[in-house]
T-cell receptor, first 113, second 111 residues
Framework: DTAVSQTPKYLVTQMGNDKSIKCEQN?????MYWYKQDSKKFLKIMFS???????INETVPNRFSPKSPDKAHLNLHINSLELGDSAVYFC????????????FGEGSWLTVV | KQEVTQIPAALSVPEGENLVLNCSFT??????LQWFRQDPGKGLTSLLL?????REQTSGRLNASLDKSSGRSTLYIAASQPGDSATYLC??????????FGKGTHLIIQP
């Protein structure tokens, strides 16, 4: 059983398009995150949602909009894609009351051409 | 703002050696510290989690220590094997703020 699953795993799209990456966790966690790993392999948090409420919104362009329809889902929508958006995007989740072990999805490789 | 530094950035050793990877962080107010492994083109595999109240955790040939007061952690790998070759990431934080990652140590174990 996959704990944190994200789709698609690979996505190649043209500049200017709008795309979404979906994430679901079946762990009953109350907090979900999106991380970005850039071309230099550096991982950085983008967003954090706790019980469907936005907690963290790092310095991310407003072309990126997370949406959390319920506590088990946190989707990432990206508008007007740019070449610099090419990266690996990781979804993660945790339950703060359980020592906050964070579980990561397998990543979504986004390539903008 | 939390900053995490990992030393060395890259390491290449012969098979069988014991080795230590270092991680330091600037803000000791953390929930926990996690060590991850990442293989090329793959996701993150959690290796060890140390809660802020703990000093160390062990799993097989891996041992991680945490000195929160000095902002340091080490990952000790005993009897290294070629299969240990990967990038090792240290991350601190926890809570709704998520994790702050270091830039990783790229480890190569020579057969």
């Amino acid at each position: 059983d996959t704990a944190v699953s994200q789709t698609p795993k690979y996505l190649v799209t043209q500049m200017g398009n709008d795309k979404s990456i979906k994430c679901e966790q079946n762990l009953g966690h109350d907090t979900m995150y999106w991380y970005k790993q850039d071309s230099k392999k550096f991982l950085k948090i983008m967003f954090s949602y706790n019980n469907k409420e936005l907690i963290i919104n790092e310095t991310v362009p407003n072309r990126f909009s997370p949406k959390s329809p319920d506590k088990a889902h946190l989707n990432l929508h990206i508008n007007s894609l740019e070449l610099g958006d090419s990266a690996v995007y990781f979804c993660a989740s945790s339950r703060i009351s359980e020592g906050n072990t964070i579980y990561f999805g397998e990543g979504s490789w986004l390539t903008v051409v | 703002k939390q900053e995490v530094t990992q030393i060395p950035a890259a390491l290449s050793v012969p098979e069988g050696e014991n080795l230590v990877l270092n991680c330091s962080f600037t803000d000791s107010a953390i929930y926990n510290l996690q060590w991850f492994r990442q293989d090329p083109g793959k996701g993150l595999t959690s290796l060890l989690l140390i809660q802020s109240s703990q000093r160390e955790q062990t799993s097989g040939r891996l041992n991680a220590s945490l000195d929160k007061s000095s902002g340091r952690s080490t990952l000790y790998i005993a009897a290294s094997q070629p299969g240990d070759s990967a990038t090792y990431l240290c991350a601190v934080g926890g809570g709704a703020d998520g994790l702050t990652f270091g830039k990783g140590t790229h480890l190569i174990i020579q057969p």
